[in-house]
Nanobody, 115 residues
């Protein structure tokens, strides 16, 4: 059974930082493209960042230069370091794993940035 368990969300003031973690079980993350998505109230889910099986990264335009995605393959964990947070970063953040014929989601973790 595949599980993606996110943690690290919370309430932070604008300009602050948070680090999200996604612990994966039932899959091997180095064989997958791992990603973080977010969904704010009333908006569509959007890609925040992803990291491919070979370690290349990609970021949404709104987070470039502020967020960093990384992984620890020994711990089968993906991270999202979020710096200089803005109120518009407020959303539920979801971990995602995508393989050739598979696609999995975590339950999400709430990030709230106050102004």
């Amino acid at each position: 059974q595949v599980q993606l368990v996110e943690s690290g969300g919370g309430l932070v003031q604008a300009g602050g930082s948070l680090r999200l973690s996604c612990v994966a079980s039932g899959i091997i993350i180095r064989r997958m493209t791992m990603a973080w998505y977010r969904q704010a109230p009333g908006k569509q889910r959007e890609l925040v960042a992803d990291i491919s099986s070979i370690g290349s990264t990609n970021y949404g335009d709104s987070v470039k230069g502020r967020f960093t995605i990384s992984r620890n393959t020994a711990e089968n964990t993906v991270y999202l370091q979020m710096n200089n947070l803005k109120p518009e970063d407020t959303a539920v953040y979801y971990c995602n794993a995508e393989g050739l014929m598979s696609h999995y989601w975590g339950q999400g973790t709430q990030v709230t940035v106050s102004s």
